[in-house]
T-cell receptor
Framework: GENVEQHPSTLSVQEGDSAVIKCTYS??????FPWYKQELGKGPQLIID?????GEKKDQRIAVTLNKTAKHFSLHITETQPEDSAVYFC???????????????FGQGTILTVHP | DAGVIQSPRHEVTEMGQEVTLRCKPI?????LFWYRQTMMRGLELLIY????????DSGMPEDRFSAKMPNASFSTLKIQPSEPRDSAVYFC???????????????FGAGTRLSVL
């Protein structure tokens, strides 16, 4: 089955700096890659996602890049703010269709701390 | 929309007792997932329902765990008997699965923090 590795496990940055979290996946059939943000005491919430036919996607201060050849994808947060502090999870999925139901395999998570 | 609603938010019980966790998915969503989150193992998928039917229960750790979805608006995850190693946060997520889009965005509830003493 799919295996997703996420690095780093913890990341500490100063407010205004950029933060980058990287993930690798094992199943070349995976074609959907979401990123979730989990705040303390809450469930994970989707912040951005990318499909395999796109190399990069941006939404305001966050962006995701995908390299299908190398089987890795990354989350980039620019101009970080204290409210960006949370646990971030990457995931990979063979998109829903055919015999697949779009099961998400999650990385282990990255604890991001943004210092004021 | 109120989102995915889970109850209780916290549950403390003693080893050997039965525990039932509840989930109300977002109205109109036809896919439901139960996850377990621990520091050691991260987020693990336990079971997936589509249109109230269990499709993939390969993540259910053992026979002590069971899940049901009697209708489109309610699901339960039961542990009987509970053990200390079951202590974790259990999440329910629902999704408006759309085959045409080839992706299913999952919306998570706030979770139930289970402590088995």
């Amino acid at each position: 089955g799919e295996n997703v590795e996420q690095h780093p496990s913890t990341l500490s940055v100063q407010e205004g700096d950029s933060a980058v979290i990287k993930c690798t996946y094992s199943d070349s059939a995976s074609n959907y890659f979401p990123w979730y943000k989990q705040e303390l005491g809450k469930g994970p919430q989707l912040i951005i996602d990318i499909r395999s036919n796109v190399g990069e996607k941006k939404d305001q201060r966050i962006a995701v890049t995908l390299n299908k050849t190398a089987k890795h994808f990354s989350l980039h947060i620019t101009e970080t703010q204290p409210e960006d502090s949370a646990v971030y999870f990457c995931a990979a999925s063979i998109g829903a269709g055919g015999t697949s139901y779009g099961k998400l395999t999650f990385g282990q998570g990255t604890i991001l701390t943004v210092h004021p | 929309d109120a989102g995915v609603i889970q109850s209780p938010r916290h549950e403390v019980t003693e080893m050997g007792q039965e525990v039932t966790l509840r989930c109300k998915p977002i109205s109109g969503h036809n896919s439901l997932f139960w996850y377990r989150q621990t520091m050691m193992r991260g987020l693990e998928l336990l079971i997936y329902f589509n249109n109230n039917v269990p499709i993939d229960d390969s993540g259910m750790p053992e026979d002590r765990f069971s899940a049901k979805m009697p209708n489109a608006s309610f699901s339960t995850l039961k542990i009987q008997p509970s053990e200390p190693r079951d202590s974790a946060v259990y999440f329910c997520a629902s999704s408006p699965r759309d085959r045409g889009m080839s992706k299913n965005i999952q919306y998570f509830g706030a979770g139930t923090r289970l402590s088995v003493l």
